[in-house]
């Protein structure tokens, strides 16, 4: 069985501080990896692809894998309160972009002004 | 951008009735998916299309039919509704070089 796990939280931090989220995935053959943020009552949006071994900035977002590890992780910098939602991790099963993504369970975030 | 677009956000139905989630995408892909979300459960896919008239079943197929006559547009249906089908619903679409999913704005639908 194919897993993907995440600490569901929530994870509470000041506006203006650093976020960190972690996932960890089982399969080895897996090659894309994606953060999505969800809004409560909204679906996923795709924040952030990466595919290959280190950081991948944008914004104030930094996405960081370590395929030796199995390990993704999100990092939101100068968190803000509107960054307050569910981040899902997802991987590919396998080697292959045919969008048949396996997802964690997400992590809640709560940003305190 | 990509536009993924469900034609229900809120449905209400009745145990036993046939029901049809609508979803079209205008980009032109290949791939297309059904997933439900529940609490505690996570994503999980139902159906998914590679072509027209071609499905394939998801992890929890059962209880659920898909229809791809278009390219656009794909269609999930629950032929005789039951209360553990109350449920968000969500359609996406995939970018075939990058793998990236997009999401439609979800179908939230209660069984009664």
């Known amino acids: 069985q194919k897993e993907v796990e995440q600490n569901s939280g929530p994870l509470s931090v000041p506006e203006g501080a650093i976020a960190s989220l972690n996932c960890t995935y089982s399969?080895?053959?897996?090659?894309?990896f994606f953060w999505y943020r969800q809004y409560s009552g909204k679906s996923p949006e795709l924040i952030m692809s990466?595919?290959?071994?280190g950081d991948k900035e944008d914004g104030r977002f930094t996405a960081q894998l370590n395929k030796a590890s199995q390990y993704v992780s999100l990092l939101i910098r100068d968190s803000q309160p509107s960054d307050s939602a569910t981040y899902l991790c997802?991987?590919?099963?396998?080697?292959?972009?045919?969008?048949?993504?396996?997802f964690g369970q997400g992590t809640t975030l709560q940003v305190k002004p | 951008d990509v536009k993924v677009t469900q034609s229900s956000r809120y449905l209400v139905k009745r145990t036993g009735e046939k029901v049809f989630l609508e979803c079209v995408q205008d980009?032109?892909?290949?791939?297309m998916f059904w997933y439900r979300q529940d609490p505690g459960l996570g994503l999980r896919l139902i159906y998914f299309?590679?072509?027209?008239?071609?499905?394939e079943k998801g992890d929890i197929p059962e209880g659920y039919s898909v229809s791809r006559e278009k390219k656009e547009r794909f269609s999930l249906i629950l032929e005789s509704a039951s209360t553990n089908q109350t449920s968000m619903y969500l359609c996406?679409?995939?970018?075939?070089?990058?793998?990236?999913?997009?999401f439609g704005e979800g179908s939230r639908l209660t069984v009664l």
């Open positions: 990466i595919y290959s071994n």
């Open positions: 980009m032109d892909h290949e791939n």
């Open positions: 997802a991987v590919t099963g396998g080697s292959s972009n045919t969008g048949k993504l396996i």
């Open positions: 399969d080895r053959g897996s090659q894309s």
């Open positions: 996406a679409t995939v970018t075939r070089n990058t793998g990236e999913l997009f």
């Open positions: 299309s590679y072509d027209v008239k071609m499905k």
